[in-house]
């Protein structure tokens, strides 16, 4: 895995993305450390999959400039999208394959050596745990088997830096912790920084070294967990922090299609 230049994971400036006259993402500005595990909260619309679609080179931002292990994401995406690893919120695994097959379609698609491409899945299957189930058709897993195989795709080229869309969303609390142990995992044994968003304020205490909380489409507050505790009080949990700077109540549940596309997830990893 090559080394980024500078301090930086990610960088940006005055980020930007509107869709008509909906601005979703708003002049955001951020410095992501190298090795960090960044959290990205917020409501729902306010701005977090738009912000990572960006900074993945998946949509173009509107104005504003980032830059992505050293690569700006507009001059020089492709080198970007080689340094990145991305799971999104909905399914990226193939039931109908085996987990050793997805993992070979990955690799021919991050331009794996062939020579190296038995090793980096068998490494990567035994990594999530999943070398007994490589050869089982993953519609048979259970939901934190098929992250952790999403996960195991994403990182087969040892990418600089892991967007997560709602790593842990629908899974029970085994599994859940097993995910966060991988992630862990994976950032000490790689050097990884990983960039998640989420809504579970346990994942981002428990989780991140810092984070980040948006609010229609601006970041309200950067900081890292304890401190942004304490600045409210000593009583303070995660879920005040979110609810002084995000302007919302957790129990908002969005709009009828955020609702649907979480419960869709939630469902095919339950």
């Given at each position: 895995?090559?080394?980024?230049s500078g301090?930086?994971a990610?960088e940006t400036?005055?980020?930007?993305?509107?869709?008509?006259?909906?601005?979703?993402v708003?002049?955001?500005?951020?410095?992501?450390?190298r090795?960090?595990l960044f959290g990205?909260?917020?409501p729902?619309?306010?701005?977090k999959t738009?912000l990572?679609?960006m900074?993945?080179?998946?949509l173009?931002?509107t104005s504003?400039s980032?830059?992505v292990?050293?690569?700006?994401?507009l001059?020089?995406?492709?080198?970007?999208?080689r340094?990145i690893?991305?799971?999104p919120?909905?399914?990226s695994?193939d039931?109908a394959?085996?987990?050793?097959?997805?993992?070979r379609l990955?690799?021919?698609?991050?331009?794996?050596?062939?020579a190296?491409?038995?090793?980096r899945?068998?490494?990567?299957?035994a990594f999530m745990?999943?070398?007994?189930a490589?050869d089982?058709?993953?519609r048979t897993?259970?939901g934190?088997?098929?992250?952790?195989l999403?996960l195991a795709q994403?990182?087969l080229?040892?990418p600089q830096?892991?967007f997560?869309?709602e790593p842990?969303i629908?899974?029970?609390?085994?599994?859940r912790r097993?995910?966060?142990?991988r992630?862990?995992?994976?950032r000490?044994?790689?050097?990884?920084s990983?960039?998640?968003t989420?809504?579970?304020?346990e994942?981002?205490?428990?989780?991140?070294?810092?984070?980040?909380?948006?609010?229609?489409?601006s970041?309200g507050v950067?900081?890292?967990?304890?401190?942004l505790?304490?600045?409210l009080?000593?009583?303070?949990?995660?879920d005040?922090?979110?609810?002084?700077y995000?302007?919302?109540?957790?129990?908002e549940g969005g709009h009828?299609?955020?609702?649907?596309?979480a419960?869709?997830t939630a469902k095919?990893?339950g």
């Amino acid at each position: 895995m090559q080394e980024p230049s500078g301090p930086w994971a990610i960088e940006t400036e005055r980020l930007t993305r509107r869709f008509g006259d909906l601005v979703a993402v708003d002049r955001v500005d951020l410095r992501i450390a190298r090795g960090a595990l960044f959290g990205l909260l917020g409501p729902n619309g306010a701005g977090k999959t738009t912000l990572v679609k960006m900074l993945a080179t998946l949509l173009r931002p509107t104005s504003g400039s980032a830059r992505v292990a050293g690569h700006d994401i507009l001059r020089e995406a492709a080198a970007v999208r080689r340094a990145i690893g991305y799971v999104p919120q909905m399914l990226s695994a193939d039931g109908a394959l085996t987990a050793r097959e997805n993992l070979r379609l990955s690799a021919g698609l991050y331009g794996i050596a062939r020579a190296e491409r038995n090793a980096r899945i068998a490494e990567a299957l035994a990594f999530m745990g999943l070398s007994e189930a490589a050869d089982r058709l993953v519609r048979t897993y259970s939901g934190g088997m098929i992250r952790r195989l999403e996960l195991a795709q994403a990182m087969l080229h040892r990418p600089q830096v892991l967007f997560l869309d709602e790593p842990t969303i629908g899974l029970d609390p085994v599994a859940r912790r097993t995910v966060w142990d991988r992630l862990r995992e994976m950032r000490a044994s790689y050097g990884m920084s990983v960039l998640l968003t989420t809504h579970d304020m346990e994942e981002a205490d428990q989780l991140c070294d810092e984070l980040a909380i948006l609010h229609l489409g601006s970041v309200g507050v950067v900081g890292k967990p304890a401190e942004l505790k304490a600045a409210l009080g000593p009583q303070a949990t995660l879920d005040d922090v979110f609810i002084q700077y995000s302007g919302a109540h957790l129990e908002e549940g969005g709009h009828y299609r955020d609702v649907r596309q979480a419960r869709s997830t939630a469902k095919r990893l339950g």
